[in-house]
C-alpha cells in the first residue's frame, strides 16, 4: 500500500469516527466528562 492509499485511508477512518462521535453526543441529554471520555477511549480503540 503506497502513501497516499495510507494517508486516504487514515483520513476517511477519522472522518468516520468524527461522524460517529457526534452522533453519540446527539443523543446525550446532559453529557458528563466521564461519558465523553469513555466514549472517545472505545472509538479510538476501534479505529
Same mark, same amino acid.
Given at each position: 500500500?503506497?502513501?497516499?492509499?495510507?494517508?486516504? %485511508?487514515?483520513?476517511?477512518?477519522?472522518?468516520?469516527?468524527?461522524?460517529?462521535?457526534?452522533?453519540?453526543?446527539?443523543? %446525550?441529554?446532559?453529557?458528563?466528562?466521564?461519558?465523553? %471520555?469513555?466514549?472517545?477511549?472505545?472509538?479510538?480503540?476501534?479505529?
Amino acid at each position: 500500500m503506497n502513501i497516499t492509499a495510507t494517508v486516504l %485511508l487514515a483520513f476517511g477512518m477519522s472522518m468516520d469516527a468524527f461522524a460517529a462521535s457526534i452522533g453519540k453526543g446527539a443523543t %446525550l441529554h446532559k453529557p458528563k466528562f466521564s461519558e465523553a %471520555l469513555r466514549t472517545g477511549l472505545i472509538f479510538g480503540a476501534v479505529e
